[in-house]
């Protein structure tokens, strides 16, 4: 027999009845309930449930365990070994605003700084306000402290939120459902990476060791700015610098002044810690003085000068091109200017007060060791003649060392030697003795010849 299930209704919002028609019996009939339900918010699960219920009843009744604001589907058939025909009804639960909200919800993070509040209650539709309190720190920067906070109003069950945070920074970030009477909070942590795009711009450099740029980023925030320096010449091979340090400024164009040495190509790498790229500039210091002489000073009155030991100089502020030894009237030494370039030859030479250029060597002609220079030798040093001094003059040698490099010229000078009441020089001793014997062979070989 095939049972005939009719006029089924929906009442009370979740419960169903309907009727069939057995003629006079009234028998026990095993009913079986099949309940399919979709949730308003699609994020949800599908609500599925089976119903048993057994009655005598010609118009049976049930009320079920709905959802409010769910979109239903309820099937209802006889259970075995009846048979009947099925009956289907659909509806929507009403939302039920009494409803208390539980207040539960989770956060998920995604593209680094955005959340996704996942809720758990069941009330849908309604309104809901979230306060966010962020709190960012860095652990490279003492005085570091981005913190902000704002409210958030939302109908949706899943809504997004994408947070406004710096790079590099370590957050903490509350988040309270303002409208559920728990006053439920989530907390989370952040950690952003470094900026994927330059943060540094305008770099220049500025009185020849310093430097400026532009923040991007900072807009009177402290940062941090990492300084990788490395200097090299190219006439020193062994001269190598490479200097590692940092600095913080808040500053939207620092300045900073760097220890450089002099005569030297430098390139400076220059990264915001917040970023992943660096600013690379070079930089060329000018060449100051060279090292003072190092010379073996000399004072003589009355006799022959001794040989002169030439040392080289180190190459400490810039490359050495020469040295030259200048012989000037000593009443003048006090008046002598080292950057002076007016020193003539000595054939050249118009007065005997404007003194002369003994000699110049080239540094690359200078041994590593040293060399020795005779005063008046009368050789060529260069273009200049090494003239034998005037007897009873008064005269004072000076080393000057000359550093030139990029059209800029340096000079160190160092009192060699004073002459006073000069006499002959060794080699001039030597030419007059070797004179005085030559004679004294003559005249004997005559005395002989004589005889």
Same mark, same amino acid.
């Given at each position: 027999i095939l049972t005939k299930i009719d006029d089924v209704s929906v009442f009370n919002d979740t419960c169903v009845r309907w009727q069939i028609n057995l003629g006079r019996i009234n028998p026990q009939i095993a009913y079986v309930i099949s309940i399919k339900g979709q949730r308003l918010d699609p994020m949800e699960s599908v609500h599925e449930e089976t119903v048993n219920l057994t009655t005598?009843?010609?118009?049976?009744?049930? /009320? %079920?365990? #709905? @959802? *409010?604001? $769910?979109? !239903? &589907? =309820? +099937?209802?058939?006889?259970?075995?070994?009846?048979?009947?025909?099925?009956?289907?009804?659909?509806?929507?639960?009403?939302?039920?605003d009494l409803l208390e909200d539980d207040g539960i919800f989770n956060i998920s993070i995604f593209n680094e700084t955005c959340l996704k509040l996942n809720r758990h209650s069941r009330k849908v539709g309604s309104e809901h306000m979230y306060q966010f309190t962020v709190l960012g720190q860095r652990w490279y920067l003492d005085n570091f402290c981005h913190a902000t906070s704002f409210n958030f109003t939302t109908w949706e069950r899943a809504p997004v939120v /994408? %947070?406004? #945070? @710096? *790079?590099? $920074?370590? !957050? &903490? =970030? +509350?988040?309270?459902?303002?409208?559920?009477?728990?006053?439920?909070?989530?907390?989370?942590?952040?950690?952003?990476?470094?900026?994927v795009k330059q943060t540094i711009s305008n770099i220049s450099g500025f009185n020849e060791?310093?430097?400026?740029?532009?923040?991007?980023?900072?807009?009177?925030?402290?940062?941090?700015?990492?300084?990788?320096?490395?200097?090299?010449?190219?006439?020193?091979?062994?001269?190598?610098?490479?200097?590692?340090?940092?600095?913080?400024?808040?500053?939207?164009?620092?300045?900073v002044c760097l220890d450089l040495h002099p005569g030297t190509d430098y390139n400076v790498s220059l990264r915001a810690l917040s970023s992943e790229l660096p600013v690379v500039i070079s930089l060329t210091t000018q060449i100051t003085e060279p090292p003072l002489p190092e010379v073996e000073f000399f004072m003589v009155h009355g006799g022959p000068l001794p040989r002169l030991r030439l040392r080289k100089a180190k190459e400490k502020n810039g490359p050495i091109s020469s040295y030259q030894v200048l012989v000037l009237p000593l009443a003048f030494q006090s008046t002598f200017s080292c950057d002076s370039e007016g020193a003539a030859s000595f054939f050249s030479n118009t007065s005997d007060a404007d003194g002369y250029v003994a000699a110049e060597l080239l540094a690359k002609d200078v041994p590593d060791d040293a060399m020795e220079i005779l005063i008046g030798d009368r050789l060529y040093y260069g273009e200049y003649y090494n003239a034998p001094l005037k007897r009873g003059n008064d005269y004072c040698i000076i080393l000057r060392i000359t550093s030139e490099w990029n059209k800029v010229r340096r000079h160190s000078c160092a009192v060699w030697a004073q002459v006073k009441d000069s006499s002959l020089t060794l080699l001039q001793m030597a030419g007059v003795g070797l004179g005085s014997m030559a004679v004294v062979v003559i005249l004997t070989f005559l005395s002989f010849s004589a005889v």
């Open positions: 005598n009843s010609r118009t049976p009744e049930v /009320c %079920l365990a #709905l @959802y *409010p604001g $769910t979109n !239903y &589907t =309820v +099937n209802i058939s006889t259970a075995p070994p009846r048979r009947s025909v099925p009956a289907v009804i659909g509806f929507q639960t009403a939302e039920d /994408c %947070l406004d #945070l @710096y *790079p590099t $920074t370590d !957050y &903490t =970030v +509350n988040v309270t459902l303002l409208s559920s009477p728990k006053g439920h909070s989530v907390q989370i942590t952040i950690a952003t990476p470094p900026a060791t310093c430097l400026r740029w532009r923040s991007i980023e900072t807009a009177d925030m402290e940062e941090m700015y990492l300084f990788h320096i490395w200097g090299q010449r190219w006439y020193q091979k062994e001269f190598a610098q490479e200097m590692t340090f940092n600095i913080s400024s808040s500053s939207r164009d620092p300045e």
